[in-house]
Nanobody, 116 residues
Framework: QLPLVESGGGLVQAGGSLRLSCDASGTTGVIKSMGWYRQDPTKQRELVAA???????DYADSVKGRFTISRDNAKKAVYLQMASLKPEDTGDYYC??????????WGQGTQVTVSS
């Protein structure tokens, strides 16, 4: 089991910003892709943003232009800068890390609540 330490969630007003962090330094494996997923009580877990080892990124249409994903390969960390937050961004955000030959790992989740 790979410990992924997430931080940065919280309560913010609409229009505000938050920055999520995920620390995967507990692994000695080669990290390929890293990403963030969101889950609310009524939906399945869905991709918010992902970043591959070559720096290429993918975003959900709903967050394009507002969220930015980045990674620090030396620290084995991934970040999600969220701006212009909307109430529909509310949910539990999960860090996901894919490690070569080891598989996919999930963080414990961090809650983001955006009030209107």
């Amino acid at each position: 089991q790979l410990p992924l330490v997430e931080s940065g969630g919280g309560l913010v007003q609409a229009g505000g910003s938050l920055r999520l962090s995920c620390d995967a330094s507990g692994t000695t494996g080669v990290i390929k892709s890293m990403g963030w997923y969101r889950q609310d009580p009524t939906k399945q877990r869905e991709l918010v943003a992902a970043i591959d080892s070559d720096g290429s990124t993918d975003y959900a249409d709903s967050v394009k232009g507002r969220f930015t994903i980045s990674r620090d390969n030396a620290k084995k960390a991934v970040y999600l800068q969220m701006a212009s937050l909307k109430p529909e961004d509310t949910g539990d955000y999960y860090c996901n890390v894919n490690i070569v030959r080891w598989g996919s790992y999930w963080g414990q989740g961090t809650q983001v609540t955006v009030s209107s």
